[in-house]
Every structure is written in C-alpha cells, then in structure tokens.
C-alpha cells in the first residue's frame, strides 16, 4: 500500500506543477483575475488581475491520482475514494460558479450566501446519505481521545453532519486570505489522512490514495501559490478542499477529530463570527482590526507587528502541523486495540 501512497503523491505533484506552466498563462489570456475587497489591507491592491481559478490545477492532480493509482481497487468494487472525489468536485463546481460570477461581474461579489448555502447543504445531505446507504458510514459518533463510539439517532446525526460538512467547507474558505495560507494549513490534514491509512491498513488504502494524491497536488500548486502568488486557488479550489477535508473526515468515520485537525480554520471562522457579532451589538466597535484573523495579524493587531504573508504561512501550517500530530495521537489505536 505505501508503494501505492508514494505513486500517488508523485504523479499529483508532477502533473500539477506542470499542468500549472501551461494553465497559469491560459488563464492570463483569459483575463481570470481576481478582484480585491475594498475594506481589506491597502498593499493586497497589488494582486488585482491575479489569475484565480487555480484550484483546477490540485483538483486535475487528485483525479489523475484517483483514476490511475486508485483504478486497481475500482476492479476490486472499491469506489469510497471515487465518492469523495465526486463529493469534493460537487463543492468545487459550487465555488466554480461562486469564481465566473466574480469574473463575470468585475467585483469581488459571486453568487448569493443563500444560494451557496443552499446548494452546500444539499450536497452534503446527498453525500451523508450515500454513504449512509451504501455502508461506509454509521450513525455511530466516533469521539477521538476517549477511543468510544455514541450510538445516535440517523436523524440526528444527518442534521449534525450536514451542519459539519457545510462548516468545514466555509471555514476553508475564510482561511484561504493570503498567498498559500489554506494551501499550507491543508496540507497537514491530508497527511494525517495518509499516515492514519498506512497504520489502518488495507481497507483504508482508496482513501488514502486520496489524501497522498490531495497532498501531492497542494504541494505541486504551492509552487504557483506562495507568495508572491503567480496564482489563487479561488472559490473553485478552497470549496473543493473544505469539501475533501469533511469527506475524508466522514469517510474514516471520524468526523469529530475535525475540531483539532481543523483548528486553523475554525479559530479563523470564529474571529469572523466574533468580529460580526461585537460589531452589530455595539454599534461599530470591533475586537480585531479585521477579520478573519490572519487579517488582524496583518494589520499590526494587538502587538503592533504586522506580520509578513510568508511569516503568516509558516506561523498557521506550523499550527496545523502540530494539530495533526495531536489528532493522530487521538485515534490512531481505534482498531489497534
């Protein structure tokens, strides 16, 4: 299986760094750049008509990846890596549409909340559902650390992993706000996925197919998205990334280990949430000088140090490192024991 893993990760990483010299251009030509929010930091003025989209790039890598490496265990009737590749596509399609509204329209404004909302809760109500059906997931609510499952109600648990999925897929949105930051932070989280299919075993090896693949891919599109960035990964990528994150996380039946592996996304959702709420309730006030946080330690928040991007992008991948690590010390002996 490790043969596998190291296959997968190195076709991803070749094809998207050379799938990115052709494509970047393309999009030039195109005119896909990205429009700049007005309200946030003055110096991002400078990555306006930056071409985004680039998402495409680690999404083709982890097809290719899924479709070749993955094909042996398609013989074999095994297609969970195929339902979270199809899972992730439907998010990123939601964020491709979210990208061409953008474009389109000339300003940093995509489709409606309500429509993405409702187009996410969707996708995730069929997803949970299938899996539901077809007997890779259970009702049965696995809780990291502890090593116990909590029998609950299908009804229940749907409500709840539909409110997981579509959670995780906006918190990775959010978190994507300077050059590599949720391409970095991301990375980490697919290599636990790795790591937890090589200690697992062989009914785990699809899955991690898809994760090595995901791993490779980032990495390959990093070369694009670092700062300076040549390119973004847009709406089209961050989608498909929250939405591989929470479909990797049901399909190892595992949901809840997303609060400490997705602890950068979801402390950059709450300084969000925080931040609007303060806001309205008093009136204008605000705790960070913008949200999401990453923002805040841009702009000098708090200390006066306005951190660098390139600093930002080794502070946040150093935190979900280090999560990762933590959330594989919390569930690696669940069928070890």
Known sequence: MTIKLICAFVLSFLFATAFGKYYIPWLRKQKAGQEIRQDGPTWHNSK?????????????????????VGFEGMLRGEYVHIFVLLFALVFGAIGFLDDWEKIKKKQNLGLTARAKFLLQLAAALVFVLLMRQIGYLTP???????????????????????????????????????????????????LFFVVISIVWGENYSELGIFASGMVGGLMGFLVYNFNPAKCFMGDTGSLFLGGAIAAL?????????????????????????????????????????????????????WTGKKWKEKELFVLFTGISFAFAVISFIGVYQRFLI
């Open 48 to 68: 306006a008509g930056t071409p985004t989209m680039g998402g495409v790039i680690f999404i083709g890598a982890v097809c290719l990846a899924c479709l070749t």
């Open 249 to 301: 996380a049901f399909a190892y039946d595992m949901p809840m280990i997303l609060i400490t592996l997705g602890i950068v996304f979801i402390l950059e959702t709450l300084s969000d949430i925080i931040q609007i709420t303060y806001f309205k309730l008093t009136h204008g006030k605000r705790i960070f000088k913008m949200a999401p946080f990453h923002h805040h330690l841009e702009m000098g928040g």
């Open 140 to 190: 049965n609510l696995y809780i990291p650390f502890f090593n116990r499952s909590v029998l609950m109600p299908e009804w229940l648990y749907f409500i709840l992993a539909a409110f997981i999925i579509v959670g995780t897929v906006n918190a990775v949105n959010i978190t994507d706000g300077v050059d590599g930051l949720a391409t970095g932070t991301s990375i980490p989280v697919f």
